[in-house]
DNA sequence: CAGTGGTCTAGACCACTCA
DNA sequence: GAGTGGTCTAGACCACTGG
């Protein structure tokens, strides 16, 4: 497994900062050195330092812009939700799902999610929402995430609606990445009665798993929607 | 629409080589110069060129390895089909798809397809395939293209499996992205006939739209899968 | 062994942002 | 006007590939 090449300059200089937010000393937002100043305290170039700040802007984690400067990235609920949030009208335009109702409840882990987990997660939220767009009940997600990394989510009951961002935010763990898995499937009695579904009608169903910047799989995630009036949209590159 | 700044000058050398792809100058697996002679060869000092080639490796565009040197990509059956062909097993390993049955017709244009083909789009090919995986036919596939892009495609038949390798090596058209909406479906009749599902059953319908190396739209296609054994498998980054 | 891309440095000029 | 990132250059050394 091990890489017998040492990592490159630029990629320690970029693992570091990502090690520094992963561990809060740096937070969302947070002003960056500049390239000459990252590149003195690293005792490396500024070309280097140039590179590392390239490859963090790449993957998302900071943001930067000719004559103010390199931040953070900060998940707003705009830039975050509608990341990870696929629906969307037929023109393509993003979709303002609401809240139509959530629990949160703490219980212990099945042994497939300490599988995806990790084995050290013996608790977990299960926390169910159901989502309305322009009225209709049309989404219901199931989320499944460990007490060990979230501590007393309960507390913080009602949720906002862009989870990703409040997890960043509280918690101090970045979404990286989503790993998604989609099925059709028809509405059983459930769907039914929680969306504005027949039973029988076809649903899309995706099975989530979310990974932080630590490559750690945070959620796991089922989530089921009716595609009626909205589609999942992707670009394929 | 137009852009004040003029392009910089490793966006105007990388697409100077896309120009060169796109007119058949530059085969897929056609070595480049090298670096140094690359930029002899433009006018620019060798990082400009290396940093135009590395545009065109982080678009797929061209593959460059140490010590090889950089050539232009092939779209192998493998490489290409498994990146646009995204069902997947529950273990996430590929799924091998059989060509079932294939027709072509070639027919007039509807409305819809010159508005987002091209107004020039009089005629279009019409290819409907149906694929089998471990046996079971699970797949239709509902493809347009213009006649204008690819002449005497009747002439082809049967045309490969993967199609968009078929379409760099025959005509040089070669596909950067593809956009798609993703909606569940009732089977209905047809469908019943042609794949092994029955009527009624839930299926994932993807429109997509496929987009060349000149920002073109290519190709429109409709697909219905059943997802009984295998999934419609993404990543969100 | 010659040639390639990968990394790294040092320095220059420019366009943009903000006080 | 000072400071930032964006672009560009020129040159160095290294690791890898292939004959």
């Given amino acids: 497994m091990d890489d017998m090449t040492p990592l490159p300059l630029w990629r320690r200089v970029s693992e570091d900062i990502v090690a520094r937010i992963v561990n809060g000393a740096l937070r969302p937002g947070v002003m960056l050195p500049s390239e000459i100043d990252l590149g003195r305290e690293m005792g490396v170039s500024q070309g280097t330092a140039r590179r590392a700040l390239r490859d963090l802007e790449r993957r998302g984690i900071v943001e930067r812009r000719q004559g103010r400067g390199t931040v953070v990235a ?8 509608f990341h990870f949030f696929r ?10 799902p609401m809240l139509a109702s959530e629990t949160l409840q703490r219980r212990r882990s099945t042994a497939a999610e300490r599988a995806a987990l990790g084995s050290e997660t013996k608790y977990v939220y299960a926390l169910d929402r159901i989502r309305s767009i322009g009225g209709k009940r049309i989404v219901r997600e199931f989320s499944v995430v460990p007490v060990l990394l979230f501590p007393a989510l309960e507390d913080r009951i009602p949720l906002p609606n862009a989870l990703y961002a409040f997890w960043q935010d509280a918690y101090g763990i970045a979404i990286q990445k989503a790993d998604e898995r989609l099925r059709a499937v028809r509405a059983d009695a459930a769907d039914a009665d929680a969306m504005d579904v027949a039973e029988g009608d076809p649903l899309i169903e995706v099975t989530r798993q979310a990974v932080d910047l630590s490559d750690r799989i945070v959620e796991l995630r089922r989530s089921r929607y009716v595609t009626d009036d909205l589609a999942y949209t992707i670009s394929l590159r």
Same sequence: chains 1, 2.
């Fill in 74 to 81: 900060i998940r707003t609920p705009e830039t975050d939700h």
């Fill in 87 to 96: 629906l969307r009208h037929a023109d393509g335009s993003e979709a303002q």
